[in-house]
């Protein structure tokens, strides 16, 4: 199910010519992008990081997205970076994208799969990844480098085996319109 960089074949019908559209998301464009819509789903009021999972095929087997566990209503837990007490900020409690996102898959496992995730995973969610076998991640941002819980989670994911990478996008927006499938200029531009 690779893309090709092939040029569109050219179809004539009716006196009408047409042909596909080059301007579509490529694969790892389409998975990060699932990845930032996900994040939107958090009611962290500071982070929003979304995680795609994605099997050898292609096909999506998890998302997930930063937020509290299920059943820890997320009113009465701390959502601050930082306080006196560790225990009044969100960092006890917090469920990462990556967690969610492996406890949210739809198949047997994610042995094999690729992980893209908006940023870079900690040392925890690293032996999640390496528990959960997958084999990739591919991560938009890695601004915590210099910490020592993401040098650990390198040299954790490095020691396994597991292959990351750093997300280079086409494109630096992709826009949801919802709008956009009720007009017919939509249709009608494809046409010659």
């Known amino acids: 199910m690779e893309d090709q960089d092939v040029t569109p074949k050219t179809v004539h019908v009716n006196g009408v010519t047409t042909k596909k559209r080059n301007d ?9 992008a699932v990845a930032f819509l996900s994040a939107q789903r958090s009611k962290d009021p500071s982070s929003q990081v979304g995680a795609c999972i994605v099997n050898q095929e292609n096909k999506i087997v998890g ?37 969610n996102a492996i406890m949210n898959k739809n198949s047997a496992d994610v042995k094999g799969c690729t992980m893209y995730v908006a940023l870079f995973p900690c040392n925890e969610c690293a032996k999640l990844i390496i528990q959960a076998g997958i084999k990739e991640v591919v991560y938009m941002s890695d601004k915590y480098h210099d910490t020592p819980g993401m040098t650990a989670s390198r040299k954790l994911l490095s020691m396994a085996g597991i292959a990351y990478k750093e997300f280079k996008p086409k494109r630096t927006k992709i826009v949801i319109d919802f709008n956009s499938i009720n007009q017919p200029g939509k249709l009608e531009s494809a046409k010659e």
């Open 24 to 32: 579509y998301l490529e694969w790892p464009e389409y998975f990060m």
């Open 63 to 99: 998302i997930g997205y930063n937020g509290m566990p299920n059943g820890c209503d997320d009113d009465d837990l701390p959502w601050a970076r930082s306080a006196d007490n560790q225990l009044d900020t969100k960092y006890p409690y917090v469920c990462h994208a990556e967690l």
